[in-house]
T-cell receptor, first 113, second 110 residues
Framework: NAGVTQTPKFQVLKTGQSMTLQCAQD?????MSWYRQDPGMGLRLIHY???????DQGEVPNGYNVSRSTTEDFPLRLLSAAPSQTSVYFC????????????FGPGTRLTVT | KQEVTQIPAALSVPEGENLVLNCSFT??????LQWFRQDPGKGLTSLLL?????REQTSGRLNASLDKSSGRSTLYIAASQPGDSATYLC?????????FGTGTSLTVIP
């Protein structure tokens, strides 16, 4: 049972480049989410999904795209990277947000130059 | 919008001391509150989940309480150890999202 996995661990992008951060879980969780963590700002929700085929925006969705074609995977796409997107990105999953705890991946540290 | 506050931002205590971390939230309409631990450069590890109908949860040396009506939760750590040094975050769920505080950075001095 690997839990929540994220790849890559580190990434450096140039402004304007695009990339996809991968997230996968093997716990059959319906709810998955992406956060970014910045110093002094705490964790902020980017996008979330309550099941395959269903996604919604969080607090800071601009510049990011998501899709959920399977229960296991929830990739986050940066469409045109900007220096303001330099951050640590965490993926999390749970059975739901009402009664169950969230489990987090190890994070991806992204630098945009 | 739900606002979650954790005070103090940083705390330093000698080993063996009992301590309390605080979390407050502005909207009491929540389903649950979760406490996490984050070590430097790592992801978040779940410590305790308290349902809105519960008043407290315990795990080992940790005890978390919830007073929904006043918008407060505390995390009590008994007999602190250097290995408890980390950042502790709380998060509340009013529905389909979790809202996080900015955390309390705890240092336990041997």
């Amino acid at each position: 049972n690997a839990g929540v996995t994220q790849t890559p661990k580190f990434q450096v992008l140039k402004t304007g480049q695009s990339m996809t951060l991968q997230c996968a879980q093997d716990m059959n969780h319906e709810y998955m989410s992406w956060y970014r963590q910045d110093p002094g700002m705490g964790l902020r929700l980017i996008h979330y999904s309550v099941g395959a085929g269903i996604t919604d925006q969080g607090e800071v969705p601009n510049g990011y795209n998501v899709s959920r074609s399977t229960t296991e995977d929830f990739p986050l796409r940066l469409l045109s990277a900007a220096p303001s997107q330099t951050s640590v990105y965490f993926c999390a999953s749970s059975y739901d947000t009402y009664s169950y705890e969230q489990y987090f991946g190890p994070g991806t540290r992204l630098t945009v130059t | 919008k739900q606002e979650v506050t954790q005070i103090p931002a940083a705390l330093s205590v000698p080993e063996g001391e009992n301590l309390v971390l605080n979390c407050s939230f502005t909207d009491s309409a929540i389903y649950n509150l979760q406490w996490f631990r984050q070590d430097p450069g790592k992801g978040l590890t779940s410590l305790l989940l308290i349902q809105s109908s519960q008043r407290e949860q315990t795990s080992g040396r940790l005890n978390a309480s919830l007073d929904k009506s006043s918008g407060r939760s505390t995390l009590y750590i008994a007999a602190s150890q250097p290995g408890d040094s980390a950042t502790y975050l709380c998060a509340v769920s009013p529905g389909n999202q979790f809202y996080f505080g900015t955390g309390t950075s705890l240092t336990v001095i041997p």
